[in-house]
């Protein structure tokens, strides 16, 4: 069957939109995408905005007129996540549509391989701002429930890192909840912060207790612990019940699985229930819609990066970088990652 050639698509945007949802993807998938399109196709057809000055078709745009579309996102002050996110769209659009032979060639694929913002590979991936989120925490009034989102969000970590963090992972300021515990070297004048070890594996006994979940940290990593997080730690420590375990997990069960290290599936459930009730999962929803676990990663990165401008400093937190990089940020970790942590984080309660 031949290819339809440009002369016989009238609407390239509504074609492509069309596709879409023969190919299944989702309403808020398409919406999204076509938000984004027909804005700059607007864009193209005003000559007083695109470089050559006269309307022009997005079949005929060329990879200037798409830089210059990516440079009035720019201009607009539009967070450099979003602008990546956008440009993706165009991309994947221009691709199609090559790809099946309606246009030439894509014009979007020398703008992406030169821009420095970080392409969002799930385009369809729930969006949610700082008041949303803090809205979404406020409704949750379990000490431990509340404690888990709030380190999941505030630090970025993993959820099977979350499980794995003992007592001895963490320093406060306020020494009472912790008088009896003995600390990691690392913590050591760093003020409130988090330990979180690139060491547990499953299986594997650590601090004198085997693990049921890994750590996947290239390097081990201290994270600052601002006055929310400390206040909600304290918070959940007041009421931590007693365990047997010599290890003195940080989060432990509080009905089933009484006084045991809670288990990722657990804090999945936590979360997920929660997210349930907010409107942010439904059973059967893909990962891009629902809010897990993982999605608090993503959250605190994109919303830290954006804030900071400071990658490096995110990827230390995020435990991605090892080697001279991570060194860096470990030497001058007062000057570097607290100030900017702190400067930065953003508010939840």
């Given amino acids: 069957m031949a290819a339809e050639q440009p002369s016989e698509v009238e609407d390239a945007v509504g074609y492509f939109l069309q596709d879409m949802t023969y190919h299944g993807k989702s309403d808020r998938t398409r919406d999204a995408y ?42 607009r002050d539009v967070a450099p996540s979003t602008v990546a996110t956008y440009a993706s769209y165009l991309h994947r659009f221009y691709a199609y549509m090559a790809q099946i032979g309606v246009f030439d060639s894509n014009p979007m694929s020398l703008v992406v391989e030169e821009m420095d913002e970080r392409i969002d590979t799930n385009p369809a ?52 909840p912790l008088a009896d515990v003995s600390t990691r070297a690392a913590l050591d004048g760093r003020g409130p912060s988090i330990y979180v070890s690139a060491e547990p594996s499953v299986g594997a006994t650590s601090n004198g207790e085997e ?8 390097r081990s ?6 006055g929310e997080l400390e206040t909600v ?21 509080t009905a089933s699985g009484w006084g045991k290290r ?10 997920t229930a929660h997210a349930a009730d907010f409107g942010w999962y439904r059973k059967g929803g893909d990962r891009e819609e629902n809010v897990t676990p993982h999605y608090f990663r993503h959250f605190f990165t994109t919303h830290l990066r954006d804030r900071t401008g400071d990658r490096g400093i995110v ?8 080697g001279d990089i991570i060194d860096t940020y470990t030497h001058n970790w007062g000057d570097r990652v607290r100030k900017t942590y702190e400067s930065n984080i953003y508010s939840l309660l």
């Fill in 233 to 253: 730690l304290l918070r959940w420590l007041a009421i931590r019940p007693d365990t047997t375990s010599p290890a003195e997990p940080l989060f432990l069960g």
């Fill in 262 to 271: 809670l288990t990722p599936d657990a804090v999945h459930h936590v979360v």
């Fill in 221 to 226: 990593t201290v994270v600052p612990v601002d």
């Fill in 34 to 75: 076509e938000r984004v399109l027909r804005e700059f196709e607007a864009f193209l057809g005003n000559p007083s905005q695109n470089p050559t000055g006269s309307a022009t078709a997005v079949e005929d745009a060329s990879h200037r007129d798409c830089m210059a579309w990516v440079h009035t996102l720019r201009n």
């Fill in 211 to 218: 693990r049921t979940a890994s750590n996947k940290r290239k």
């Fill in 315 to 322: 990827k230390y937190l995020r435990g991605d970088v090892g």
């Fill in 125 to 176: 991936r729930r969006e949610v701002s700082v008041p949303e989120m803090r809205g979404f925490v406020h409704q949750i009034r379990h000490p431990l429930d509340h404690a888990l989102v709030v380190t999941l969000l505030k630090t970025g970590m993993r959820v099977g890192e979350l499980c794995n963090l003992d007592l001895r992972d963490i320093s406060l300021s306020v020494d009472e």
